[in-house]
């Protein structure tokens, strides 16, 4: 082509070779000339100007602690902008959480339409889930054990729906054999994390030891019972400075006061200890009042105190004895009280459940008793910390404080017609009354007692 035009080829390269520089240098110049003289492109000021202020702004939030900067996320014009969004987002999820709910709720009701026909068929065709269910929902309180169980069964049933979430007709019907397994799997206290006493790491190597291990007499982590007169009979003069820190810290006042308010007619206080509970009593609403405790120390000093407060009281009666010796020290009069009352006493008995039995004993018909005790709470992490300590709680106040209270009641065969949790479940607040005494209608769930409703209660011959 260059010696087309003239040029050739050894001289058209040499010309380019020396061009190509030339003419890029050029170029070089002018761009940089413009760029001294003036700027190289057009430049809208304006955005220049925003663009800055923008740039300020940013750097002022990036400034900002975390939750200003969202403070004025939520005031910009932006969010407001994608409130739309978030308003349709949001409205579909509690739309989705409420179709989730509601299925549950109809599967539920369709389960109880079921074990309602089973139990009108045949009372006794009812799997113990099945009994639970039924006894739950119909307004009856299920005894400590029960509960403990039906809450795992109903994980289960749970786990069964979420299998077969789209098998709308099926229906949960476990097997007793299927029950035992998932009881089995779930229901294991946490036996490797605490020390544990020499027989029972043997124990635990077996697995079918380590299941099954949910009641007081099972954990082995519950300290072996004994005889705590001798301890609180020497701790008797130093108690009340010991425990009052620890009481005010956690309100134990209010407890205790809701506790004395119980009483009317004839009462009977077991483990009476220092009277602690003289301050909220109120003579008024009684007869009769004894004050029992095993320690004669304590005794003394519940009785020099209630002098102190109420003078001369006639109808009162102070007497060393055991909880466990109740009837035994009733002896052949015919004592009967209108209410038991006991205030962190079970944890201290050597035999609680012999106590409580006792006291059911010694109830009126249509007594009451009532109780503010300390035990196993509602965590897993407390429990375990209770389990952990159980040893050192035991030297230290003669106090097994990782008792399952429920249980205790449970095991001596008392109906509970009033419980209240507090300081995570490790306080309990009971009244208890006899199995056969009926409930009056103030203890009764506030939309019973509104509607006048009653029910009868699921009796159920169990298979073995
Ligand atoms: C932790 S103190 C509680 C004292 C008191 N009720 C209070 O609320 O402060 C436990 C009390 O139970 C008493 N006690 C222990 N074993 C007993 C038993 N088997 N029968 C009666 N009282 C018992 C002890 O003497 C002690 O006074």
Known sequence: MLSRVGIRPVRGLLVVGVAAPVVRLTATRNYSEQQHRNRPFSINEKALVEQRKRDLEKAKLDSMPKWRQWAVYFQSKEFKKSMTFYYLSGFAIVLVCFYYYMRDRYYEDKQMDHI??????????????????????????????????????QMMRKEFRRKNILEYDIMFEPTPQDLEEWYSRQARIYVNKAPVEDNVEEKNENENEKVKKLGNNENPHVMPPEDTTGFYESKAEEYDDAVKWEERGILMGRRRKWLMEQLHGDVLEVACGTGRNLKYLNLKNIDLITFLDSSEKMVAITQQKFREMFGKYPRVAFTVGKAEDLVTLAGSSSVKYDTIVEAFGLCAHEDPVAALKNMTTLLKPGGRIVLLEHGRGNYDM?????????????????????????????????????????????????VCKRPEDPIALEEKPFFDQLFGRDYTPIKLKKKD
């Open 116 to 153: 309602r026909a089973k139990y009108a068929k045949d009372p006794e065709s009812l799997s113990e889930y099945e009994y639970l269910k039924l006894k739950a929902l119909s307004g009856e309180r299920l005894k400590a054990k029960e509960d403990k169980k039906f809450k795992l069964y």
């Open 382 to 430: 407390i429990n375990n910390h209770l389990d952990f300590r159980s040893d050192k709680r035991m030297k230290t106040w003669a106090c097994r404080w990782n008792l399952d209270i429920g249980e205790l009641i449970d095991d001596a065969g008392l109906d509970v017609t009033f419980e209240k949790r507090v300081h995570f479940g490790t306080t309990w607040m009971m």
